[in-house]
C-alpha cells in the first residue's frame, strides 16, 4: 500500500507530469461553470453566487499554493517536491481566475491574473527561478489573502487593520527583497522579468494605497463620531 502511493505520487511529482495542471485545472474551471447554472439547478441556490466571491474556494486555493511552498521552500528537494508542482497549481487556478475578470472587464484583476500567468510562466522556464524557487516565494504573498475575505465577511475594523498589516508584510516588504535576491544573481533591471515583478509590485502599491485610504478615512470618521458623543 505504501509503496503504491509512493509511485503514485513520484509520477504526479515527476518533471514530465502534467497532472498537477490538469486535475486541478478541471476542479477550478468545473467550479467556474457550476457557478454559471440558473440558481434552480444549484444545490446552493443563492442568486448571488459568483466565483469570484465564493471565498472558501478561494481560500482552497490560498491554502494550497502556501502549503506547497512552504513544502517546497522546506525540503528544498524536487525528488520529494518538485518546484513545478506549486506553478502548475497555480497555473491552473490562475488560467479559470483570467477567464472570470475578463468576463467581469475588471481591469485590476485582469492585469493582476496575466502578470501572475506570465510570471509563473518564467518561473517554470527559468532555471534560476526554479533553482531560487521564487514561485513558492511568490506565493507566500496570498497569505494576505484570506484575511481580506475575513475582513469582508465580518466587517470589523481591527480585522480590517490585521488584513492591512498582513498585507504590507506580505506584498509590500516581501516583493522587493524578492526582486533583490534576483538582482543579486545578476539580473538586470531591464530584464522583462524583473519589469513585469517591478510592474506587479506597481500593482500591489496602488491597492495598498487604497487599504490605507480606508483606514484613514475610518480612523478620521472614528475620532469625530466619539467627539459628537462627548459634545
Keep these: 500500500m505504501a509503496s503504491n502511493a509512493a509511485l503514485l505520487w513520484q509520477d504526479v511529482n515527476s518533471e514530465e507530469s502534467w497532472k498537477p495542471l490538469i486535475y486541478p485545472f478541471i ?12 440558481p434552480t439547478r444549484r444545490r446552493r441556490q443563492d442568486k448571488t453566487l459568483e466565483w469570484h466571491e465564493w471565498h472558501a474556494l478561494h481560500n482552497l486555493h490560498n ?12 525540503l528544498h528537494d524536487d525528488t520529494i517536491l518538485n518546484e513545478r508542482f506549486g506553478i502548475l497549481f497555480s497555473l491552473s487556478y490562475f488560467l479559470v481566475d483570467l477567464v472570470d475578470t475578463t468576463t467581469r472587464l475588471d481591469g485590476p484583476y485582469i492585469l493582476h491574473a496575466v502578470m501572475v500567468l506570465v510570471l509563473a510562466t518564467f518561473n517554470y522556464t527559468t532555471p534560476l527561478h526554479r533553482q531560487l524557487r521564487m514561485n513558492s516565494k511568490a ?9 481580506l475575505y475575513h475582513a469582508k465577511q465580518t ?16 506584498r509590500i516588504i516581501w516583493l522587493p527583497i524578492m526582486m533583490l535576491q534576483l538582482r543579486d544573481h545578476d539580473l538586470p533591471w531591464n530584464d522583462i522579468r524583473l519589469i ?14 487604497k487599504i490605507l485610504r ?18
Excluded at 506565493?139 to 484575511?147: I, K, Q
Excluded at 513585469?196 to 494605497?209: D, E, G, H, K, T
Design 27 to 38: 476542479f477550478w474551471a468545473s467550479s467556474y461553470l457550476y457557478c454559471q447554472l440558473p
Design 63 to 74: 491554502a494550497g499554493a502556501i502549503l506547497l511552498a512552504l513544502g517546497s521552500l522546506l
Design 139 to 147: 506565493a507566500l504573498l496570498e497569505t494576505s489573502t484570506p484575511f
Design 155 to 170: 466587517r470589523n475594523p481591527i480585522h480590517f487593520c490585521l488584513f492591512a498589516i498582513v498585507f504590507t508584510l506580505c
Design 196 to 209: 513585469i515583478v517591478m510592474a506587479f509590485y506597481a500593482l500591489n502599491l496602488f491597492w495598498y494605497a
Design 214 to 231: 480606508i483606514i484613514i478615512t475610518e480612523g478620521i470618521n472614528l475620532i469625530q463620531a466619539r467627539k459628537t458623543k462627548t459634545q
